[in-house]
């Protein structure tokens, strides 16, 4: 019986980056993620056959391997984000006014915790949920500008430095 108790048992990794490091890591499914400084990725040992679910707090980007059969969820405190094979940035700070998901490639459907609203973005938009009032905005963006920090240099366009500070 001691066996089948083991089956059940989902190994779950964790990946902290700190203050000042950020990194990269492959998942189970060959599915990349990078991520930010003060961000925390969880994920199983194995994914499940029917669903690959991760959690995040802080910031990723991930570029998800397609499989139909399997979704890959991203989940954090404010918005659980459904992939169906796809280019995206995740950015979800815990105590930040913002919770934000910007898509590069593919297609992704956000959906709004505490609410019944899904919403499909689009290459190159942006949806953004204050964590204070729970209004979101969705906004057409360069994407790219958004995945900056992976490689590690920092460009302003037309940002207040108190919107780059923050």
């Known amino acids: 019986s001691d066996t089948v108790s083991r089956v059940n048992e989902v190994i779950v990794n ?5 203050n000042n ?36 707090e802080g910031e990723a980007y991930f570029e998800v391997v397609h499989n139909e059969k399997a979704p890959f969820y991203v989940e954090t405190e404010k918005m659980t ?15 930040k006014e913002f919770t934000q998901t910007v898509l590069l490639s593919g297609k992704v459907e956000v959906q709004l915790l505490n609410t019944d609203e899904k919403i499909i973005l689009k290459p190159n938009q942006m949806i953004s949920k204050n964590n204070r009032t729970g209004i979101y905005k969705l906004n057409d963006v360069d994407a790219k500008e958004y995945t900056i920090w992976i490689n590690e240099k920092l460009v302003f366009t037309n940002e207040k430095l108190s919107t780059i500070l923050s």
């Open 81 to 95: 984000v459904n992939v169906l094979g796809t280019h995206f940035d995740v950015k979800s700070y815990s105590g």
């Open 14 to 18: 964790q990946v902290i980056m700190g």
């Open 21 to 56: 490091s950020k990194g990269s890591i492959l998942l189970p499914d060959g599915t990349k993620a990078w991520l930010n400084a003060n961000s925390k990725l969880i994920y199983p040992e194995m994914f499940s056959k029917t669903s690959r679910k991760v959690k995040l």
